[in-house]
């Protein structure tokens, strides 16, 4: 299969195709770096039959490999601090990072200051950020239709 993978990327080198131009879907990736699940529950309302962000070309896919959008909820635990990094570290670029809750936003927070790194813009680039305690499904879909329509124009 290797083999097949570097023959493929040579052949593509030498006859200069071009990529392909961005779809109008967007991929993208939850992480959990320490939150209520509150909002957990809220994403998966907005993926259900009622909000149905899929129709608007947003997909959950398992890996960072295959993601556009980093989606974080809960605050940065000093024990997610890595996993964190190495999920967005592994992300193909272009890529745009959403702090999903107020959580992931640093407000209210309940924890030890000696468990928690902070908000997610402590440690990463942040282009979205949502809030509620826990944001609700049509906020959630809004926001994202919104990042996507700014990520196309």
Not at 23 to 52: F, K, Q, W
Not at 120 to 145: D, M, W
């Amino acid at each position: 299969m290797l083999t097949l993978l570097r023959n493929l990327r040579r052949l593509r080198t030498d006859v200069a195709l071009q990529a392909p131009a961005r779809g109008r879907s967007l991929a993208v990736r939850h992480v959990d770096a320490g939150s209520c699940n509150g909002c957990e529950h809220e994403l998966a309302l907005a993926t259900g039959p009622y909000e149905d962000i899929q129709r608007f070309g947003f997909g959950i896919v398992a890996s960072p490999r295959h993601a556009d959008v980093l989606l974080v909820t809960g605050t940065v635990t000093t024990r997610m601090r890595e996993p964190l990094l190495a999920a967005y570290n592994a992300m193909p670029e272009p890529r745009w990072v959403v702090a999903l809750g107020d959580c992931a936003l640093a407000r209210c927070v309940l924890a030890s200051e000696s468990e928690v790194v902070g908000p997610v813009e402590s440690l990463l680039p942040v282009e979205l950020r949502i809030p509620g305690c826990p944001p609700s499904p049509a906020t959630i879909s809004q926001a994202l239709i919104a990042l996507h329509d700014a990520i196309r124009s």
